[in-house]
């Protein structure tokens, strides 16, 4: 099992910036990618950034020039830095990890960390 911890969420306003980190624990050998993803009251997860184990990222469109995703392979963490916030980022924040076993791989997710952005 892999556990994850996300912190760093917090309430900020329109323009500024902020930065997630999130900790895995336990059984962390194997975790390949490693992404963030938020949620909103009566939407579906989706992705915000996702990083490879060899470092290669992937952005949602709407994040694209203001987030950037990043991660540290020693400490098993993987960051989020968030600038420009607008309104609209205003979401849970999910850590999710990915870790292949034999044919199958298996998904672990954080608790949330929630971010506002007021105006």
């Known amino acids: 099992q892999v556990q994850l911890a996300e912190s760093g969420g917090g309430l900020v306003h329109t323009g500024e910036s902020l930065k997630l980190s999130c900790a895995a624990s336990?059984?962390?050998?194997?975790?390949?990618?490693m992404a963030w993803y938020r949620q909103t009251p009566g939407t579906q997860r989706e992705l915000v950034a996702s990083?490879?184990?060899?470092?290669?990222?992937n952005y949602a469109e709407a994040v694209k020039g203001r987030f950037t995703i990043s991660r540290d392979n020693a400490k098993n963490a993987v960051y989020l830095q968030m600038g420009s916030l607008k309104p609209e980022d205003t979401a849970v924040y999910y850590c999710?990890?990915?870790?292949?076993?034999?044919?199958?791989?298996?998904?672990?997710w954080g608790q949330g960390t929630q971010v506002t952005v007021t105006t």
């Open positions: 999710k990890a990915d870790r292949p076993l034999g044919m199958q791989t298996y998904y672990f």
């Open positions: 336990g059984t962390t050998i194997g975790i390949t990618t």
């Open positions: 990083i490879t184990g060899g470092g290669r990222t």
